[in-house]
């Protein structure tokens, strides 16, 4: 069928504890075709206690939500830990190596870059963006978090907006979910 391109997806997290990742819905073919309007590429996962979000390959981000899950369940939900796991395993089987995507994660405490190379990667301000319209998003979302009063949900919801206002992989069917 071809390459499937695109989403955007932020993550913001507050001094006051609010934590809030987002993500768009389109789902595109190629360069040209747009596919889906409304995928859910945001989850919450063990417990309703962390938030994942993934660009990339939708079926993918499934099969890494759920072997994500299972690691939280294996380390007692620590979130690095379990992230370091799932990148490991991710790097090393030869199935889960194919497969086509980021994520992001966050639970009250911590957020986290995982990617299929292996890195687990703790950004160093209280947000993150990634996906077609991620340097878009994550523009908009370091100047709001700077600048502005805005809750993590209102900047996340913002700098998808933005996104979608420039990038042509990203649309404004928006989910989200906060801690």
């Known amino acids: 069928m ?18 809030c990742i987002g993500g768009d819905g389109q789902v595109t073919m190629g360069e040209a075709a747009i596919m889906k309007h409304t995928a ?8 309703n206690s962390v938030i994942t979000g993934f660009a990339g390959s939708v079926a993918d981000a ?4 759920e ?6 369940e294996e380390h007692g939900g620590n979130l690095k830990r379990a992230a370091v796991a799932l990148a490991q395993s991710w790097r090393s089987d030869k199935v889960m190596r194919n497969l086509n995507a980021l994520m992001l994660a966050a639970d009250k405490e911590t957020l986290l870059l995982i990617s299929g190379n292996g890195e687990v990667i703790e950004p160093d301000e209280n ?3 990634i996906g077609s319209g991620g340097n878009y998003a994550h523009a908009a979302a ?5 600048h502005t009063d805005m809750s993590a949900e209102e900047i996340v919801r ?7 206002s ?3 992989y990203t649309n404004n069917n928006i989910t989200i979910e906060k801690l």
Not at 2 to 19: L, S
Not at 158 to 164: D, F, G, S, V, Y
């Open 40 to 47: 859910k590429k945001v989850r919450k996962i063990y417990k």
């Open 158 to 164: 913002e700098a998808l907006n933005i996104a979608a």
């Open 62 to 65: 499934f099969t890494l939500t």
């Open 166 to 168: 420039i990038c042509v």
């Open 142 to 146: 370091h100047a709001l978090y700077k």
């Open 67 to 72: 072997k994500f899950e299972k690691k939280l």
């Open 127 to 129: 947000f993150v963006a």
């Open 2 to 19: 071809g390459q499937f391109h695109g989403t955007t997806i932020v993550a913001v997290k507050r001094e006051n504890g609010e934590v």
